[in-house]
């Protein structure tokens, strides 16, 4: 599982950080607003924590942003800003929870994996479809045209990356991150020989979906 923090106040972020990856998640770390919005915009995280006072860009703006573009990451907003008023206008831009500073770090975990829960239940009932092209994530199955062919469990994984950022390149690391994990000694070589396999199974449904190599950047998934 991967998160991305945006938070400005550097102490507090490299706290939150260290404490994340003691409980075995990957994290990103964005300290203004604009890098923020780019990193969360990538749709790789399993879920965002966004601070609402951000140099550079203010975090409700940035969630605004990722709603409008269709990324339904769940984001936690982080915030002194704790009236009534703050707390209902953060959901109403999209915000699936909302926590304030102060806080026990036992909350935030607590409330980080509510929302995993939440989104694993989401992710694995959903099918993903393309006009050529049905995935079921649960299954590892893809159909097209009444034929069906099953995936590996990696396959499944690279599939559901690179059809939920369709026509978005994917670099090389994000996939490594995503799919395999940050701690991970995996070589490019191994993520290769699954997109060669991947591909193969796409080619044997003929469904137009192709997978793109980016000369020294990484994949991008193109349909047609």
């Known amino acids: 599982m991967r998160i991305l923090l945006v938070e400005d106040e550097v102490r507090l972020a490299d706290a939150l950080s260290y404490i994340l ?12 607003g604009i890098n923020g919005q780019d990193l969360a915009e990538t749709g790789i995280y399993d879920l965002i924590i ?17 709603r409008k573009g269709k990324v339904v990451t769940p984001v936690i907003i982080l915030t002194a ?5 703050d707390r209902v206008e953060g959901l109403d831009c999209g ?8 806080f026990a770090k036992e909350e935030l975990l607590a409330r980080i994996r509510a929302l995993l829960r939440r989104q694993a239940e989401v992710l694995q009932s959903e099918c993903i ?3 050529t092209l049905s995935f ?8 097209s045209g009444g034929e069906s062919v099953r995936l590996t469990l990696k396959e499944a994984h690279l599939l559901e990356l690179l059809l939920r950022n369709r026509k978005q390149v994917i670099t090389r690391e994000q996939i ?15 993520l290769e020989v699954h997109l060669s396999y991947l591909r193969k199974k796409l080619n044997k449904l003929n469904c137009g979906i192709s997978i793109e190599a980016v000369r020294g950047i990484g994949y991008c998934l193109r349909e047609g």
Do not use: H
């Open 21 to 32: 990856k003691k409980q075995g998640f990957g994290v990103d770390v964005a300290n203004d």
């Open 50 to 66: 966004l601070d609402r006072m951000l140099p550079g860009k203010e975090g409700l703006q940035i969630l605004k942003g990722l």
């Open 81 to 85: 800003k704790d009236t009534v008023g």
């Open 95 to 102: 915000a699936d929870d909302y926590l304030i500073k102060p």
């Open 129 to 131: 479809e393309t006009a």
């Open 136 to 143: 079921n994530p649960l299954s590892c199955e893809i159909e």
């Open 176 to 190: 490594l991150d995503k799919v395999w994990g940050l701690d991970s000694d995996i070589e490019i070589n191994t």
